[in-house]
């Protein structure tokens, strides 16, 4: 028996010296040698455990047929291993430390046994454990590549019944992209709209200080959508804490993704209405891995870097690992876009340029307009130099970036040690910088009124009153260019044990904040602006119908400056979780799993405007406590099977969360599997969800007040004065939701390699958090009667006047008002959501003597998104309409592998929707888009610094393939930002290197 170089042993059929055997031995060895070097490598997740569970694993992921007797194996466990390896190197990883050793039988099948056996009994282990294997591998339960379902280790615990979406490191370095948000966007499950780095409609994206992304699963709004790093929570982002940002967690720590798009509240706690996406961190990882990655567009200026370096040491008692990764990435110009622009009339749409921008603005006299002409800069300006009906109108998006520069480096450090028995001390931390450069508009709106007794007055139509002036902020004050500086950290701390036998446990501690810091020039303060058109000094004063070079420096330096905006979130938690089986049912082990946790969650903003004392939130702050139980039932299993019922499993879940601003909630969830034989499942989920208001929503200094004028045909004067309350409400409730699923899986004996899943979820999302929309009519609309109070008395002025901030004085300024009618219309919980539709996924892998190929298919299509807005408005459904859903979005992958050789490809598809705010309405086209990598790994038997080498070019976008038109009126582009974007083909080249 000889030892291989790859540390296994090879059985000889024969002990002789002869010359015979000896040539046998020597083809024997040459022929595995061949074999190992041209196997291709694979992406193995094992982790630390039972010896013959996790070769069973092991077997699955790497197509392998394994041999091993289970007497042999009682008691053994085997180390972690997690990577893209060959699978030689990868058992021999996962067996160190043991007592066995491997041998291949043929390029399909190899035997684990005891080192240094006789051949007498390797080959009776062999023939012993063939059959019990084959037997065992058909008695396995419906393994699905594509929807897992992930153990305690890597926090992602779905109830039975619940679909996962699993992708792994492999499919992640085949797309060939840099950042998560990217990664993610390619998702058809996942709704480009909310906070992201180009959007701007809606409540999160308003917040969205930080130029970070949301995810946002169903189109519940990324609030909705809970993000946990290795099972714990991050610290909610922007100004308001509205949702999870995922640009501050780098590609490169990631083993693999699980989405979880179903109501998770049950076993998340809050925010998790639309699903739960729980990024994996990399473990197991032995050695060094290097990337280096560089690429542009190929149409523009905009370019990326990246660069990323791995260490990882498993150890007897635990493991290590270190990463570093860099990334930055250049702002696309609007420059270089032609549909990123006011005037879309060379598309056939409008042109949306309004009165505001970088030159002379338009006086507003005697219910005329007048353009200031645009080449005397102010100066010498006379009546007869202004045209009655005229107007300058500016491209609000010239000057401007599609999507912001940025540039990222983090530090993520992962360590376990065995304490003592079973007791295992774990730690994670992730610190993130981040800056994000950006200029969003040309000009910020800027109105004013000029007097008689500022030295530049003119009034074209002879007047003598004061005069109005619409212009842009930039023609005086200079670009709006933004600079923000983000700070991330995520640290925990815990215990894994076993407190009981087959029972065990997790204490975690963990502390995560985010930290913003943005500066904004081009800022005014309009009391200053005030002070200085009232000025009758010439020298001194503003001149309004000029820009920069026509007033003195030192005015506008007391008129503008730099805005500053800070802001702290930060998020503090503890968790128990311990679960295992209680007593053995005919059908399996009764097994129940129950938990508690309490989190702290703070956030302050502060805002200083130049020239102006800084305005400061306070600590707005809460407490969650929270508990949950589980207990999953096998009513048919192994032992009580029946014809058309290989299992039937029953999950019971529920969760009671308590917030200490605003109360609690109880949430239950139900899951069914039913397995018909190994190859076809159905399952099913029912539960309920609930998210809770924003810290910011509940503030009472965020609650305001004001006397407004609505029409009243009954007023002799035509008008009657409103109490009106906007802005925020402490009486708020949470958001609730429910959620059903029922989905099949399958796969098919004839064709290995196949997996498919179906599913249909139904979503009911209500009392959503909004305010009604009114207008100066807002009185005589039946529709809107549930906001007014009428002929209101002494107490409902003072509540209101209580629970609000009046904008014109003080409180008793606000009971002086005399105002008989009370609008409130603050935020409430008023809006309803439904939807519902159908996910389609599946998988195809086979290989032969062509190579490797994967096939693979991820659909979703919508058969009704439907919303209202107030409680009295009637369901409609906005499903394919512009900046909302698409009722069909799809991606398809294939991928072929062929002695270290590679080539994947995917397709994009988008539906065509409808423009329905256009008159008339009008169709927005399909759209599709082809990526590509192609791809070369050298074996790791190369010598010198060429083994372990990954090479790869990746394209986006192929074919260059624009977004289709869309006459977008409501940010006046020429197309739908929440469901497209403008980055044409991007080329990128990288390396990887394993050490």
Same mark, same amino acid.
């Given at each position: 028996m000889?030892e291989?170089k790859?540390?296994?042993?090879r059985v000889?059929p @024969?002990?002789a010296?002869g010359?015979r @055997?000896a040539?046998?031995i020597?083809?024997?060895?040459l022929h595995t040698a061949t074999?190992?070097a041209?196997a291709?490598?694979?992406?193995f997740?094992?982790e630390?455990?039972d010896?013959?569970?996790?070769?069973?694993?092991?077997?699955?992921?790497?197509d392998? !047929?394994?041999?091993?007797?289970?007497?042999?194996?009682?008691?053994?466990?085997?180390?972690? $291993?997690?990577?893209d390896l060959?699978?030689?190197?990868?058992l021999?990883t996962m067996?160190?430390?043991?007592? /066995?050793?491997?041998?291949?039988v043929?390029d399909?099948?190899l035997?684990?046994?005891?080192?240094?056996p006789?051949?007498?009994?390797?080959?009776?282990?062999?023939?012993?454990?063939?059959?019990?294997? +084959?037997?065992a591998?058909?008695?396995d339960?419906?393994?699905?590549?594509?929807?897992?379902d992930k153990g305690?280790?890597?926090g992602t615990?779905?109830?039975?019944?619940?679909?996962?979406?699993?992708y792994?490191?492999?499919?992640?370095?085949?797309?060939?992209?840099?950042?998560t948000?990217?990664?993610?966007?390619?998702?058809?499950?996942?709704?480009?709209?909310?906070?992201?780095e180009?959007?701007?409609?809606?409540r999160?994206?308003a917040?969205?200080s930080a130029?970070g992304?949301g995810?946002?699963?169903?189109?519940?709004?990324a609030?909705a959508?809970l993000?946990l790093?290795?099972?714990?929570?991050?610290a909610?982002?922007?100004t308001?804490?509205a949702?999870?940002d995922?640009?501050?967690?780098?590609?490169?720590?990631?083993?693999?993704?699980?989405?979880l798009?179903d109501?998770a509240s049950?076993?998340?706690g809050a925010?998790?209405?639309?699903g739960v996406?729980?990024f994996v961190t990399?473990?197991?990882f032995?050695?060094?891995?290097t990337?280096?990655?560089?690429?542009?567009v190929?149409n523009?200026a905009?370019?990326e870097?990246? %660069?990323? !370096?791995?260490?990882?040491?498993?150890?007897?008692?635990?493991?290590?690992?270190? *990463?570093?990764?860099?990334?930055?990435?250049?702002p696309l110009?609007a420059?270089?876009?032609?549909?990123?622009?006011?005037?879309l009339t060379?598309f056939?749409?409008?042109?949306?340029?309004?009165?505001f921008?970088? &030159?002379?603005g338009?006086?507003?006299?005697?219910?005329q307009?007048?353009?200031?002409p645009?080449n005397l800069n102010?100066?010498?300006?006379?009546?007869?130099?202004?045209?009655?009906?005229?107007?300058?109108?500016?491209d609000n998006y010239k000057g +401007?970036?599609?999507?912001?520069?940025?540039e990222r480096w983090?530090?993520?450090?992962?360590?376990s040690q065995?304490?003592m028995?079973?007791?295992q001390?774990h730690?994670?931390?992730?610190?993130?910088?981040?800056?994000?450069?950006?200029?969003a508009?040309? *000009?910020?709106?800027?109105?004013?009124s000029?007097?008689?007794s500022?030295?530049y007055y003119?009034?074209?139509?002879?007047?003598?009153?004061?005069?109005?002036?619409i212009?842009g902020?930039?023609?005086?004050?200079g670009?709006?260019?933004?600079?923000?500086?983000?700070?991330?950290?995520?640290?925990?701390?815990?215990?894994?044990l076993?407190?009981?036998?087959?029972?065990t446990?997790?204490?975690?501690?963990g502390?995560?904040?985010?930290?913003?810091?943005a500066?904004?020039?081009g800022?005014y303060?309009?009391t200053?602006?005030?002070?200085?058109?009232?000025?009758t =000094?010439?020298?001194?004063?503003?001149?309004?119908?000029g820009?920069?070079?026509s007033?003195?420096?030192?005015t506008?330096?007391?008129?503008?400056?730099?805005s500053?905006?800070?802001s702290? *979130?930060t998020l503090r938690?503890?968790?128990?979780?311990?679960?295992?089986?209680?007593?053995?049912?005919?059908?399996?082990d009764?097994?129940?799993?129950?938990?508690?946790?309490y989190?702290?969650?703070?956030?302050?903003?502060?805002?200083?405007l130049?020239?102006s004392?800084?305005?400061?939130s306070?600590?707005?702050?809460?407490?969650?406590k929270?508990a949950?139980?589980?207990?999953?039932?096998?009513?048919v299993?192994?032992? =009580?099977r029946?014809?058309?019922?290989k299992?039937l499993?029953?999950s019971l879940?529920a969760?009671?969360e308590?917030?200490?601003?605003?109360?609690?909630?109880?949430?239950?969830?139900v899951?069914?599997?039913?397995?018909?034989?190994?190859?076809w499942?159905f399952?099913?989920?029912?539960?309920?969800?609930?998210?809770?208001?924003?810290l910011?929503?509940v +503030?009472l200094?965020?609650s305001?007040s004001?006397?407004t004028?609505?029409?009243?045909?009954s007023?002799?004067?035509?008008f009657?004065?409103?109490?009106?309350?906007f802005?925020?409400?402490?009486?708020?409730q949470?958001?609730?939701a429910?959620?059903?699923?029922f989905?099949t899986?399958?796969t098919?004996?004839s064709?290995?390699?196949?997996?498919?899943?179906i599913?249909y979820?139904?979503i009911?999302?209500?009392n959503?958090?909004t305010?009604?929309?009114?207008?100066a009519?807002?009185?005589?609309?039946?529709?809107?009667a549930?906001?007014?109070?009428?002929n209101?008395?002494?107490?409902?002025l003072?509540s209101? @006047?209580?629970h609000?901030?009046?904008?014109l004085g003080t409180?008793q300024?606000c009971?002086?008002?005399?105002?008989?009618?009370i609008?409130d219309?603050?935020?409430?919980n008023i809006a309803?959501?439904?939807?519902?539709?159908?996910?389609?996924?599946?998988?195809?892998?086979t290989?032969?003597?062509?190579?490797?190929?994967?096939? &693979? %298919?991820?659909?979703?299509y919508?058969l009704?998104y439907s !919303?209202s807005n107030?409680p +009295?408005?009637?369901?409609?459904n906005?499903? *394919?309409?512009q900046?909302?859903?698409?009722?069909?979005r799809?991606?398809g992958?294939?991928?072929?592998e062929?002695?270290g050789?590679?080539?994947?490809?995917?397709?994009?598809f988008?539906?065509s929707?409808?423009d329905t $705010?256009?008159?008339?309405s009008?169709?927005v086209?399909?759209?599709?888009?082809?990526?590509?990598?192609l791809s070369?790994?050298t074996?790791?038997?190369?010598?010198?610094w060429?083994?372990?080498?990954?090479v790869? /070019?990746?394209?986006?976008?192929?074919?260059?393939?624009n977004?289709?038109?869309?006459?977008?009126?409501?940010?006046g582009?020429g197309?739908?930002?929440?469901?497209a974007?403008l980055?044409g083909?991007?080329v990128?080249f990288?390396v990887?290197k394993?050490?």
């Amino acid at each position: 028996m000889d030892e291989h170089k790859d540390g296994s042993r090879r059985v000889t059929p @024969c002990r002789a010296a002869g010359r015979r @055997c000896a040539i046998l031995i020597a083809f024997l060895a040459l022929h595995t040698a061949t074999v190992d070097a041209a196997a291709p490598r694979k992406h193995f997740d094992l982790e630390a455990g039972d010896a013959s569970v996790m070769l069973n694993e092991f077997s699955r992921q790497s197509d392998l !047929q394994v041999l091993f007797d289970f007497n042999i194996l009682k008691g053994m466990k085997t180390r972690a $291993v997690t990577g893209d390896l060959d699978a030689s190197t990868a058992l021999k990883t996962m067996l160190k430390g043991t007592d /066995l050793v491997f041998d291949f039988v043929n390029d399909h099948t190899l035997a684990v046994t005891p080192k240094k056996p006789s051949v007498f009994q390797r080959l009776w282990h062999r023939l012993k454990t063939r059959t019990a294997h +084959t037997s065992a591998q058909d008695d396995d339960d419906l393994e699905q590549v594509l929807i897992s379902d992930k153990g305690p280790d890597n926090g992602t615990m779905p109830l039975l019944g619940a679909p996962t979406i699993h992708y792994g490191r492999i499919d992640i370095e085949r797309s060939g992209l840099a950042t998560t948000e990217d990664f993610l966007r390619t998702m058809p499950q996942v709704f480009g709209g909310g906070p992201t780095e180009d959007t701007v409609l809606g409540r999160e994206a308003a917040t969205n200080s930080a130029h970070g992304a949301g995810i946002n699963i169903r189109g519940l709004d990324a609030g909705a959508t809970l993000v946990l790093i290795d099972g714990k929570r991050i610290a909610p982002s922007g100004t308001a804490g509205a949702f999870d940002d995922i640009s501050n967690i780098p590609l490169s720590i990631v083993d693999h993704i699980d989405i979880l798009p179903d109501g998770a509240s049950a076993k998340y706690g809050a925010d998790a209405i639309g699903g739960v996406v729980n990024f994996v961190t990399r473990k197991g990882f032995s050695g060094s891995s290097t990337q280096a990655r560089g690429g542009s567009v190929t149409n523009g200026a905009m370019g990326e870097r990246q %660069f990323s !370096q791995l260490w990882g040491q498993p150890r007897d008692s635990g493991s290590d690992l270190l *990463s570093f990764e860099y990334f930055q990435r250049d702002p696309l110009l609007a420059r270089d876009r032609a549909q990123y622009s006011n005037d879309l009339t060379a598309f056939g749409g409008s042109n949306f340029e309004g009165l505001f921008g970088p &030159g002379p603005g338009t006086i507003f006299a005697g219910n005329q307009m007048f353009a200031v002409p645009k080449n005397l800069n102010g100066a010498a300006l006379t009546a007869a130099d202004l045209i009655p009906g005229t107007s300058n109108f500016y491209d609000n998006y010239k000057g +401007t970036y599609v999507t912001p520069g940025e540039e990222r480096w983090s530090v993520f450090s992962k360590e376990s040690q065995r304490l003592m028995g079973d007791v295992q001390l774990h730690f994670e931390g992730l610190f993130t910088r981040r800056k994000a450069t950006d200029i969003a508009a040309a *000009s910020l709106p800027l109105a004013f009124s000029v007097p008689t007794s500022n030295p530049y007055y003119i009034n074209p139509t002879g007047g003598t009153g004061d005069i109005n002036v619409i212009a842009g902020t930039s023609a005086y004050f200079g670009p709006l260019a933004a600079d923000n500086r983000i700070d991330t950290g995520n640290f925990s701390l815990g215990l894994s044990l076993s407190p009981f036998e087959r029972w065990t446990a997790d204490v975690t501690g963990g502390y995560t904040f985010e930290r913003q810091h943005a500066t904004t020039s081009g800022s005014y303060d309009p009391t200053a602006l005030y002070a200085a058109l009232n000025d009758t =000094n010439p020298a001194t004063a503003f001149n309004p119908f000029g820009d920069a070079t026509s007033n003195n420096p030192a005015t506008l330096d007391s008129i503008s400056g730099v805005s500053r905006q800070s802001s702290v *979130s930060t998020l503090r938690s503890i968790g128990l979780t311990t679960g295992g089986p209680v007593f053995a049912m005919p059908g399996g082990d009764l097994g129940m799993s129950i938990g508690a946790e309490y989190r702290v969650q703070h956030l302050d903003t502060i805002l200083s405007l130049p020239h102006s004392p800084a305005v400061d939130s306070g600590d707005l702050s809460r407490s969650i406590k929270a508990a949950f139980v589980e207990v999953e039932i096998p009513i048919v299993g192994e032992s =009580n099977r029946l014809e058309l019922v290989k299992r039937l499993k029953l999950s019971l879940g529920a969760r009671h969360e308590n917030f200490s601003d605003v109360g609690g909630a109880s949430i239950p969830k139900v899951g069914l599997l039913w397995s018909i034989n190994r190859d076809w499942s159905f399952r099913s989920s029912w539960t309920k969800s609930f998210k809770p208001p924003n810290l910011t929503d509940v +503030t009472l200094a965020g609650s305001q007040s004001i006397i407004t004028r609505f029409n009243d045909a009954s007023s002799p004067t035509g008008f009657t004065p409103v109490l009106s309350l906007f802005g925020t409400n402490p009486s708020l409730q949470p958001e609730t939701a429910r959620t059903w699923t029922f989905g099949t899986d399958f796969t098919l004996s004839s064709v290995p390699g196949l997996a498919v899943s179906i599913t249909y979820f139904n979503i009911a999302y209500a009392n959503r958090i909004t305010d009604a929309q009114v207008t100066a009519d807002a009185l005589s609309q039946p529709s809107l009667a549930w906001l007014f109070t009428r002929n209101a008395t002494p107490a409902d002025l003072a509540s209101a @006047c209580q629970h609000s901030v009046y904008q014109l004085g003080t409180s008793q300024d606000c009971l002086n008002t005399g105002a008989t009618i009370i609008m409130d219309d603050r935020l409430r919980n008023i809006a309803l959501l439904k939807t519902n539709g159908l996910d389609l996924i599946g998988k195809y892998s086979t290989e032969n003597r062509g190579g490797h190929f994967d096939f &693979g %298919f991820n659909g979703t299509y919508l058969l009704r998104y439907s !919303q209202s807005n107030t409680p +009295t408005s009637a369901l409609d459904n906005i499903v *394919s309409t512009q900046n909302n859903p698409v009722n069909f979005r799809a991606r398809g992958s294939a991928a072929w592998e062929r002695r270290g050789f590679g080539v994947a490809g995917f397709v994009n598809f988008e539906n065509s929707y409808r423009d329905t $705010v256009s008159v008339p309405s009008r169709g927005v086209s399909p759209w599709t888009t082809i990526d590509l990598q192609l791809s070369y790994q050298t074996s790791a038997y190369v010598p010198g610094w060429l083994g372990n080498t990954q090479v790869a /070019l990746n394209v986006q976008n192929l074919f260059n393939v624009n977004p289709p038109f869309l006459n977008n009126s409501a940010v006046g582009i020429g197309y739908d930002q929440e469901n497209a974007d403008l980055y044409g083909r991007l080329v990128s080249f990288e390396v990887r290197k394993r050490w």
